[in-house]
């Protein structure tokens, strides 16, 4: 597994993204609240509130980037990818209009999680490797670039029909309580490198991969030309460059340690946030860290209540008096009139 983590490559890439006529309605209604909820981790972390000039160049981004997604768009981009060992960092250079833009997306292999942010965001996020990753890697491209043999990274996939033709073998795979089913075929002259990949959903494709002319770096076979089709993009990778890491260890320099983390491997309802130090909790420890927050937030919750019932009592005591003074001036009314 580790072989793979051990090759620097450049990809030259070209993106297609068709028109969206569903977001061509609602592109700015999507992309106000995609920046509402990123101010909202903003205030959530304590961190400071955006200037207004700050705050107006966020929304011109949103809305430039929605806006290219509804219309659609070509363009090119470079990738490179940096072998650590454990640890692959795929570096995204991107130009929307005239801003430049720099993605980063660092891979642990043996933790099978991502970690990514933009170069001039406050935060990242991380997720599980199987996990969808806008804009660039669906979670089955990642095979392509950093998978040596296939078998390593099918995590939650189940094998329901292997067949062998020659040189390829055919996989049928399939997820838990999933409607997709994915045909992968793999060399065995490349030592079980994907050659290609089509998913179905209710028997219609929704992904296609192709890959061709193989190449040899080291021990790994890598292609040198990938075509990634979905119902809404295709994107073109042609390798440039591929050669040996030189210094793995330049690729753990370059994590962003200090960095606000929004961890989302136990799910979007239960997001974890810390600073990132240099390494990734477990899941067993995000599973303890997320059950000491629920014991802090449940405290608080009590305390507030506790509080809010005591700030109840003084117009309760001052209402409880007033009732009996009303009901003993009552008394003394109906008394009074008695007596005339």
């Not at 450049?10 to 309605?25: A, G, I, M, T």
Request: hydrophobic share 40%.
């Amino acid at each position: 597994m580790n072989k793979i983590a051990l090759i620097d490559s450049v990809w030259e890439c070209n993106r297609e993204l068709f028109p969206d006529p569903y977001l061509q309605k609602r592109w700015r209604e999507l992309a106000e609240k995609d920046l509402q909820s990123f101010l909202y981790k903003l205030r959530s972390l304590g961190l400071p509130e955006p200037s207004h000039k700050e705050l107006e160049d966020y929304r011109k981004r949103y809305y430039e980037i929605y806006y290219r997604m509804a219309h659609g768009f070509q363009e090119n981009f470079t990738i490179f990818f940096k072998g650590g060992q454990s640890l692959i960092l795929a570096q995204v250079n991107e130009s929307i209009n005239s801003h430049s833009l720099t993605l980063f997306f660092f891979f642990f292999l043996k933790d099978r999680s991502v970690l990514r942010y933009y170069n001039r965001e406050l935060m990242a996020i991380v997720s599980l490797m199987n996990e969808k990753i806008m804009p660039i890697f669906s979670p089955s491209i990642r095979w392509f670039f950093i998978g040596g043999n296939i078998l390593n990274w099918l995590d939650n996939y189940s094998i329901n029909q292997l067949k062998r033709e020659e040189e390829e073998a055919i996989l049928i795979l399939t997820l838990p309580k999933s409607q997709e089913v994915s045909e992968a075929r793999i060399s065995l002259k490349y030592d079980g490198a994907p050659i290609s990949l089509i998913k179905r959903k209710r028997q219609k494709v929704s992904q296609s991969i192709q890959s061709k002319d193989f190449l040899k770096i080291g021990e790994v076979w890598i292609p040198t030309s990938i075509v990634e089709e979905t119902t809404f993009s295709r994107i073109k990778y042609r390798l440039i460059s591929a050669q040996k890491s030189n210094d793995p260890r330049k690729v753990h320099s370059q994590l962003p340690y200090n960095i606000h983390i929004t961890d989302i491997r136990l799910g979007l309802e239960r997001q974890v946030h810390y600073k990132f130090k240099g390494n990734l909790p477990s899941l067993e420890e995000l599973e303890r860290i997320w059950q000491e927050y629920q014991k802090l937030r449940q405290k608080f919750q009590k305390q507030r209540t506790i509080k809010n019932i005591l700030q109840l009592i003084p117009p309760l005591i001052l209402a409880i008096v007033g009732i009996i003074l009303y009901s003993r001036v009552r008394k003394v009314r109906k008394f009074e009139s008695n007596l005339h």
